[in-house]
């Protein structure tokens, strides 16, 4: 009772702020293309918050520059609450290292929302290959004379920051072989031209689910949801590859205080709503809303942890 009393207390006072009072839509800025997972949770949850807020919530897709446009577009807006980012990790906690001159900063442009989802990363080989577990596939490559090829989505993002963890961590005998996205490298595994990929369970949940892809293991602290029998790379006797790429929603760094708190509460009420907890489990992304000051805490341990590693490996992007 007191929970939703401070739901509703917070919804009174975004209603009542002049903003919010307009009748113009919410854009919800994406860093990426339609069709795309980070663009699929968007659209999942729109139309919720849009009914919470009493609001149209419009995705509006902004890709472009390693989401460099949606993020200046978002920080040039008004801070209103009616204009908000919705990025992964590698925008926000990657990019302010991988690249040396990054058009917007986190601490000056942004102030934080909430977590939307989390989405680990699944380490997944083609049929063939005989490994059962990430173990096994490990020690294979080791016994090997040349190195065994590896898939990426790309240079400095999540997937490839796995398998330089995954390298630290066992000294696989691995040759990174970065793609120009997902797609391409799932395609490759799966043909047998390169030996594994390390990807979100979202993109990979229906190519395991229907056979075409092996699932060796999970980089995260935990089992996922949707593949109960997928032990963890640590409970393999592998720590120390801890991926989450999660999805994340900012405002304008100016954005009152009352109206963030006011987001923050709207879309803390749709993620736990069960039809859209289910919607965004059957995708394989888990449902992960925090406070403000929980996303905060996030993407400072973020932008530590993987400037660290893009330091020690001296990544560079293409």
Known sequence: MIKRLAVLTAL???????????????RLVVSFTPGGPVDSVARIIADPLGKEL??????????GASGAIGAMDVARSE???????????????????LYEKLSYDMQRDF???SVVVNNVELLVVNLAEPAKDAAEFVAATKARAEPTP???????????????????????NLLHVPYKGAAPAITDVMGG???????????LLGHVRSGKLKPLGLASATRHPALPDIKTLEEQGIPGVDTNNW?????????????????NAALRKVLTDPVVRDRLLQTGA?????????????????????ARLIRAKNIKPE
């Open 12 to 26: 009174f006072v975004l209603a009542a702020t002049p903003a919010f009072a307009q009748s113009k839509p919410i």
């Open 54 to 63: 009493g609001r149209k919530v419009m995705v509006d897709n902004k890709p």
């Open 79 to 97: 801070p209103d609450g009616s204009t908000l980012w919705f990025t992964s990790v590698g925008s926000a906690a990657i990019n302010p290292t």
């Open 286 to 306: 888990e449902p992960a809303p925090s406070t403000l000051q929980e996303l905060t805490a996030l993407l400072q341990r973020d932008t530590d942890k993987w």
């Open 150 to 172: 590896i898939a990426s989505s790309g240079i400095g993002g999540i997937p490839h920051l796995a398998i330089e963890q995954l390298v630290t961590a066992t000294g696989a």
């Open 247 to 263: 999805y994340a929603i900012f405002a304008p760094v100016k954005t009152p205080p009352a109206t963030l708190e006011a987001l």
């Open 111 to 113: 102030a934080p929302v």
């Open 193 to 203: 031209h390169v030996g594994g990929f390390f990807g979100d369970v979202t993109g």
